[in-house]
């Protein structure tokens, strides 16, 4: 199963992708829709909401008045950590009724469309972002929502901005022109990476580690750090600490294409080992995992921190990758030597 977040700003066209990718034969979980659900006439999640909040954020019919409790819990963080508190459990749990559903192999997406705000992006195995020029968005906002070009700009202006997007963005779908345009982007991401990334999870395949080397990418970092914050999340307490390490992790150094990720666990075992898996890390070897994005391989290597000597090898790895990052002449003038020094075991 491969779990992919979806978001993207206001008016940048995620509902088309979701479209998309239900065509596809993907199972979309919309956070909104649930949202809604879970607080709709005769819910325990309404009843409890009133209870908290009062009978004034009901409207004539009985239903949730959203403005009006927005008017309550808007710049008081305490009442919206209150209400937080009732929605998220039942969201929760509403996602997770309805991933369990879903097959084995299935590729599952979650529209969430304040991923990025919440920082969200290490709970899914890709993060997709689809984006469109401010000038693009504001023009689809006020002829098909009606808003007013002042509306559409305030609402945009709250949400996360391109660099935040960029650094949380696994996949970044622009949509500047035609839906057709976007369709055939998203087409694309279906038979290129989500399918075989969804059959290597399934199968517990590992894709290829490249060995030819290239220029260092300008996303390189940011990469990495996107799995390494997934390696941490799905590890939980018994991580005790993830370093991008290796060829890649040193700047300007040419290096093949491929994150090297060392994980100090405290006993780590098969309970580590499989969420690692699911989380789309296949088991490579003892301690060892590699990844089943056919877009981005990676290595990564799990020590026991509670063993000395296994904790002094962790160490020593970090250390040789500091020496490297101090050294940027060197880095330049022996690269060979450079790369030798800090690959991974």
Do not use: C, Y
């Amino acid at each position: 199963m491969l779990r992919l977040g979806l978001t993207g700003g206001i008016g940048a066209g995620k509902s088309t992708v979701a479209e998309t990718l239900t065509e596809l034969g993907a199972v979309v979980i919309d956070a909104d829709r649930i949202a809604r659900e879970v607080v709709e006439p005769g819910t325990e999640g309404l009843a409890e909401v009133v209870a908290a909040f009062g009978e004034d954020v009901l409207d004539a019919d009985g239903a949730l008045d959203r403005p009006a409790l927005g008017q309550i819990v808007f710049g008081d963080d305490a009442r919206r950590q209150q209400l937080n508190g009732i929605l998220h459990p039942r969201i929760g749990a509403r996602t997770a009724e309805i991933a369990a559903e879903a097959a084995d192999d299935a590729v599952i997406v979650h529209d969430v469309p304040l991923l990025v705000e919440n920082g969200m992006g290490a709970a899914f195995a890709l993060v997709v972002v689809v984006d469109a020029p401010v000038d693009v968005r504001v023009a689809r906002l006020v002829d098909t929502r009606g808003m007013t070009v002042e509306d559409a700009r305030a609402r945009m202006a709250a949400q996360a901005d391109d660099e935040a997007r960029r650094a949380a963005a696994d996949v970044w779908l622009e949509n500047a022109g035609a839906a057709g345009a976007l369709r055939e982007q998203v087409e694309r991401l279906w038979h290129e990476r989500l399918v075989p990334f969804a059959e290597n999870v399934e199968l517990g395949k590992a894709v290829p580690v490249p060995t030819g080397i290239v220029p260092p990418a300008e996303d390189r970092e940011q990469a990495g750090r996107r799995l390494a914050a997934r390696l941490a999340a799905s590890g939980g307490d018994t991580v005790r600490r993830v370093e991008l390490v290796g060829p890649g992790a040193i700047p300007g150094l040419p290096a093949p294409d491929v994150v090297d990720v060392l994980v100090e666990a405290d006993k780590p075992g098969d309970d580590l080992a499989a969420a690692f898996e699911a989380a789309g890390f296949p088991r490579t070897g003892p301690g060892r995992h590699g990844s089943a994005d056919p877009a981005r391989p990676a290595r990564v290597l799990v020590l026991d921190g509670k063993r000395r000597r296994e904790a002094k090898q962790a160490q020593a790895i970090v250390d040789a990758r500091e020496r490297a990052r101090r050294d940027p002449d060197r880095v330049a003038a022996d690269p060979d030597a450079v790369r030798a020094e800090v690959a991974l075991p």
